[in-house]
C-alpha cells in the first residue's frame, strides 16, 4: 500500500508492503497500481481539455460527437449526463459489446431505463464512452489522448494505459480478499472505464492541481476546474464530474452514507442544480477507486490544503478506506499548523 498526504505546503508519501507476494518486491515510489474506476475522473478530465480546447461540449449529445449514433436515443443524452451518471445506460458494457461496430449496433436499438438528467446510476458503461468520445473528438485513440496529451499536460510522467516494455516490473500484483492473486481486466472500453495504472507520486500531483497548488498551463487549471462543477445533488452528495463533494466540515458518517452501496449501485434521484454549483473551497471532494484486486480512495479538502490518496494492490471494504482517509484529515485539522513538521503530525 502506498499513502500519499498533503498537509499545506508539505507532501510526504509513505510505502507498506510488498508490490508482489510472490517475487517479494517491496512497494516503492515507483510501484505502479491499478486504480479501476478512479480513471473515470481522467476521462472527464479529458473531456473538459478537449472542451477547453474547443474539440467538443460537455452540453453536445453523444450522436453529436459521434455521427454514427445520430436518431438513436443518444440524441437525447449528453456527455454531460455520462460524466454524472445520470445517462440511463446500464451500469456495465453489456456482453454484446466487444467493439465499435457491435457498440453501434447496440445503440441505434438502446432504450434508456429512464430519461437523460433524472436519476442517477453509476456505469462504468457510461465512463467507457464517455473517454472514447472524448479521444474521438481530438482525433486520437483513448490510449495516445491519455498518455501523449493528458498525462503530459498535468505534469504526471509515470501514468499509463499501457505499461512500456521496461517498466512492466513496476507493475503491482492485485490480490483478492482471501490474498489470491488475480488477473487485470480486460475487454472493450475496460482501459476508458477502468484502466490507468499510476503511482502515488502521481495522484498526489493530481490532487495538489486539484488545490492549486502545482503550476499548469492556464487551459488545464479551467479543465481541472470544470471537473469540479456541481451538477446534481443526491441524497446528501453534489455529483460534479465524476468527482463527489460534500460541504465541509462533514461527518464520517455522512462520507460513509455518500459512499453506501445504495449510493454505489442504486438507482436514486437526482436533482439538478440550477445553476451549478461553481467549484467551491470549503468543500470535502473524494472519489474511491475498485478494479479486481485493488482499491484506491481520494479525499481532498481545498480550503484547508489537505489532501489523502490511498493505493493499495489488494481489495479492501469501500468503508475501511474512506474511514481511514477521514481519521488521517481529522489529525490533520487538529494537529498541523502551518510550519509544523508533517511526518510528527502524522505519527500522532
Not at 456482453?95 to 465499435?100: F, L, P, Q, S, Y
Not at 457498440?103 to 434508456?112: A, C, K, Q, R
Not at 472505464?193 to 502515488?200: F, M, N
Request: hydrophobic share 40%; net charge neutral.
Amino acid at each position: 500500500m502506498s499513502v500519499a498526504i498533503i498537509a499545506g505546503d508539505e507532501q510526504r508519501i509513505y510505502d507498506f508492503g510488498y508490490a508482489s507476494l510472490e517475487t517479494g518486491t517491496k512497494v516503492t515510489r515507483s510501484t505502479l497500481f491499478e486504480i479501476g474506476t478512479m480513471s473515470r475522473l481522467f476521462s472527464a478530465t479529458l473531456a473538459a481539455h478537449a472542451e477547453q480546447e474547443g474539440k467538443l461540449s460537455l452540453f453536445d449529445s453523444v450522436s453529436d460527437v459521434w455521427p454514427a449514433l445520430r436518431s438513436s436515443s443518444f440524441d437525447n443524452v449528453t456527455l454531460l449526463n455520462l460524466a454524472t451518471h445520470t445517462a440511463g445506460l446500464p451500469s456495465l458494457t453489456p456482453g454484446m459489446v466487444t467493439d465499435e461496430k457491435t457498440l453501434i449496433d447496440y445503440g441505434l436499438h438502446w432504450t434508456p431505463t429512464y430519461p437523460a438528467g433524472l436519476q442517477r446510476t453509476e456505469t462504468s458503461f457510461g465512463s467507457g464512452l464517455l473517454g472514447l468520445l472524448a479521444a474521438k473528438s481530438m482525433r486520437l485513440s483513448y490510449s495516445q489522448a491519455m498518455e501523449q496529451h493528458l498525462f503530459p499536460a498535468l505534469g504526471m510522467k509515470h501514468s499509463f494505459i499501457a505499461v512500456p516494455r521496461g517498466k512492466h516490473k513496476q507493475v503491482s500484483t492485485g490480490y483478492n480478499r482471501t490474498g489470491a492473486a488475480v488477473e487485470p481486466e480486460t475487454g472493450f472500453l475496460t482501459a476508458e472505464a477502468l484502466g490507468i495504472k499510476t503511482t502515488a507520486s502521481d495522484l498526489l500531483r493530481f490532487v495538489a492541481l486539484q488545490m492549486g497548488q502545482e503550476s499548469a498551463d492556464e487551459a488545464v487549471k479551467q479543465a481541472i476546474l470544470n471537473t469540479r462543477v456541481g451538477y446534481f445533488k443526491v441524497e446528501d452528495m453534489i455529483q460534479c464530474l465524476y468527482w463527489e463533494q460534500y460541504p465541509y466540515p462533514v461527518t464520517l458518517n455522512h462520507l460513509l452514507e455518500g459512499n453506501a452501496p445504495f449510493i454505489r449501485f442504486g438507482t436514486l434521484p437526482a436533482q439538478r442544480l440550477k445553476p451549478p454549483f461553481p467549484p467551491r473551497r470549503s468543500v470535502l471532494v473524494n472519489k474511491v477507486g475498485s478494479a479486481k484486486g485493488f482499491s484506491a480512495y481520494i479525499a481532498f479538502v481545498p480550503i484547508r490544503k489537505f489532501g489523502v490518496v490511498l493505493l493499495a494492490n489488494k481489495t479492501f471494504p469501500v468503508p475501511a478506506r474512506v474511514t481511514a482517509a477521514y481519521q488521517i484529515i481529522e489529525v490533520l485539522e487538529r494537529l498541523h499548523q502551518p510550519g509544523s513538521p508533517i511526518d510528527e503530525t502524522i505519527r500522532q
